[in-house]
Nanobody
Framework: QVQLVESGGGLVQAGGSLNLSCAAS????????MGWFRQAPGKERELVAA????????YYRDSVKGRFTISRDGAKNTAYLQMNSLKPEDTAVYYC???????????????????WGQGTQVTVSS
């Protein structure tokens, strides 16, 4: 099993920055891709960014390209999401997710991911 624990959420003004962390423990060698999803009230959970096991491949949804950066430290078994130029529409609960090796490093649908963190709230005020 793998456990994922997020940290770094909070309240920030529009235009500000936050850096989310996701620490993995357990059978971390079994993880291929890691990703960040978000879910706003009344909306579906959506993939924000993902990164491959090597870190060489990344995915971003269009609305965060140029503002968010996903990275991964293999030695620390930790993934990060640096969020800059935050907008009120970025307000959501952000979840870290992991997908097992043997397939793609990311999937846009949350049902295809194998491990989840508990979520961390990000609130951007206007």
């Amino acid at each position: 099993q793998v456990q994922l624990v997020e940290s770094g959420g909070g309240l920030v003004q529009a235009g500000g920055s936050l850096n989310l962390s996701c620490a993995a423990s357990g059978r971390t060698f079994s993880i291929n891709g890691m990703g960040w999803f978000r879910q706003a009230p009344g909306k579906e959970r959506e993939l924000v960014a993902a990164i491959s096991q090597s870190g060489r491949s990344t995915y971003y949804r269009d609305s965060v390209k140029g503002r968010f950066t996903i990275s991964r430290d293999g030695a620390k078994n930790t993934a990060y999401l640096q969020m800059n130029s935050l907008k009120p529409e970025d307000t959501a609960v952000y979840y870290c997710a992991g997908v097992l090796s043997g397939g793609n490093y990311y999937y846009t649908h949350p049902s295809n991911w194998d491990y989840w963190g508990q979520g961390t709230q990000v609130t951007v005020s206007s």
